[in-house]
């Protein structure tokens, strides 16, 4: 009689293998019948495209770990842009870009696995995942709720459907990006190479800046990109476990990252305003008396260096027209506090239209130029509260895991995004830096503001993988 103890489970005809198998075959069965209709109705181009197309998905599902690294590499160009798909009121035209089209593919291919049972089962519960999920079905009530309740004094012309679609879809693209980083990672090798292609974008674009753009390739706000690995190597530059040489090669990078973003750009205050409280964030949870003695360091800094500063950030300021932000805060106000619900999500543009200068005399401004003042005069208080619930929530629990994290190279990254999370957050005030919008050139713009989706996504596969859901 032959042994068949020695059997691995490959070879075992097992339940669980035969129907894997069963439903592998079904599914080509169904696929070479589907095809070979499509090729009876279509010509060859067609024909092929959806031939490549499936090989796609297919290498893709098979290495999709391989994939979501190479769209973390290359997101951050807003390249590829599409036919227009929607006009929003200007008559400009807008398509879309890699960075949503990519991400697009990517999260129909992780919902296929979702159902199918190819994502690892060591989940946890994250404490972004019900407050995003119940910001996302509120914002499609909203939209809903503004064709029914259309304002009367706003002409009906001035609805914008794709608009309607594109802002929503942006919020759940972002919300898709942090599941599916979050879900998708299998064990620590990918994890650590995952990791490393978030750093690198940053890292690639302050040095791309520093030597002054000798490569034409280059992030829109990409300053935002370079906040995670100031953050981590801040993070690593503190941490007593490293050797010495480690420590002032990390506080080297980190002092390149204040260099070129608080010197050679500093009238942008979004730039290093972020990447101060992000630093600050890291050093207040890190060293509490490092953190007060870089507050007072800062102070003396800022005294002696006024002259600079007042030249170079309050007057370009006050030229570029940037405390306009404050005027649009107040119409957001204004807007919520009219539109019990906001103004539908993609109508800040054909409201403003009007409100601005029959009613409230504010700017004229096609977007608010904020995230909470966006989130605000679109979703009104309701939907800004269940978006602030998203960032306290995700930020308490993230702060109480890396608490609970025993040394070593998660918890430095844990709290690296601690830290980009405080920065984006803190700037979000003056720009639409978590979540684009559309009349603010948000499809261009969420090449970058999906990557802190990807970090926040990219934490909690840490926290997963770490085995420490406290």
Not at 335 to 347: I, M, Q, R, S
Not at 353 to 372: E, L, R
Not at 400 to 421: D, E, I, N, W
């Amino acid at each position: 009689m032959p042994d068949h103890s020695n059997k691995t489970d490959r070879e075992t005809w097992t339940p669980e293998r035969i129907s894997f198998l069963v439903r592998n075959i079904v599914l080509v069965i169904v696929g070479g019948i589907a095809l070979g209709l499509f090729a009876t109705a279509a010509n060859l181009y067609y024909v092929a495209a959806a031939v490549f197309g499936a090989v796609l998905v297919v290498v893709v599902a098979w290495q999709f770990e391989a994939a979501l690294v190479v769209y973390v590499l290359v997101a951050f160009v807003p390249w590829g842009r599409t036919p227009d798909i929607a006009v929003g009121g200007s008559g400009a035209g807008k398509g879309v870009f890699i960075s949503e089209v990519m991400l697009g593919f990517l999260l129909v291919i992780w919902f296929a696995r979702y159902l199918f049972g190819s994502i690892p089962k060591d989940r946890v519960k994250s404490g972004f995942y019900v407050p995003l999920a119940l910001y996302i079905a509120y914002c499609i009530v909203n939209v809903v709720n503004s064709y029914i309740f259309w304002d009367p004094h706003i002409n009906r012309i001035f609805q914008n459907p794709m608009v309607n679609i594109v802002d929503l879809g942006l919020r759940i693209l972002s919300a898709g990006a942090l599941v599916m980083v979050a879900t998708t990672i299998s064990n620590r090798k990918w994890l650590k190479i995952t990791t490393i292609a978030m750093l690198i974008p940053g890292i690639y674009n302050l040095l791309n800046a520093l030597v002054g753009y000798p490569v034409p390739v280059s992030a829109l706000w990409w300053s935002f990109l370079t906040l995670l690995p100031a953050c981590y190597f801040t993070a690593m530059a503190l941490d007593i476990d490293k050797k010495r040489w480690q420590r002032i090669l990390c506080g080297v990078v980190v002092a390149l990252c204040l260099y070129v973003i608080c010197f050679k750009v500093v009238s942008w205050v979004s730039g290093w305003l972020a990447l101060l409280c992000g630093l600050a964030a890291v050093l207040a949870i890190k060293n509490k008396r490092l953190f007060w003695a870089a507050c007072i360091v800062f102070v003396v800094v800022v005294i002696a260096a006024w002259p600079f500063i007042n030249r170079n950030v309050v007057e370009e300021s006050k030229t570029g027209g940037d405390y306009d932000r404050f005027s649009l805060m107040l119409g957001a106000w204004k807007y919520a506090t009219h539109f019990p619900l906001g103004v539908g999500l993609g109508n800040y543009r054909s409201y403003n239209s009007f409100y601005y200068g029959h009613k409230w005399g504010t700017t004229a401004y096609t977007s608010a130029h904020g995230t909470y003042s966006q989130c605000l005069s679109e979703t009104g208080i309701p939907g800004l509260i269940l978006f602030l619930s998203i960032l306290v929530m995700g930020f308490r629990w993230m702060l109480v895991r890396y608490r609970a994290m025993p040394p070593g190279f998660s918890k430095t990254f844990l709290l690296a995004v601690l830290g980009q999370f405080v920065g984006i957050s803190i700037t979000a005030f003056f720009g639409d830096y978590i979540i684009p919008a559309y009349h603010n050139e948000g499809l261009t713009t969420f090449a970058t503001t999906v990557y802190s989706w990807l970090f926040w996504g990219l934490a909690i596969a840490h926290i997963r993988l770490s085995g420490k859901d406290v």
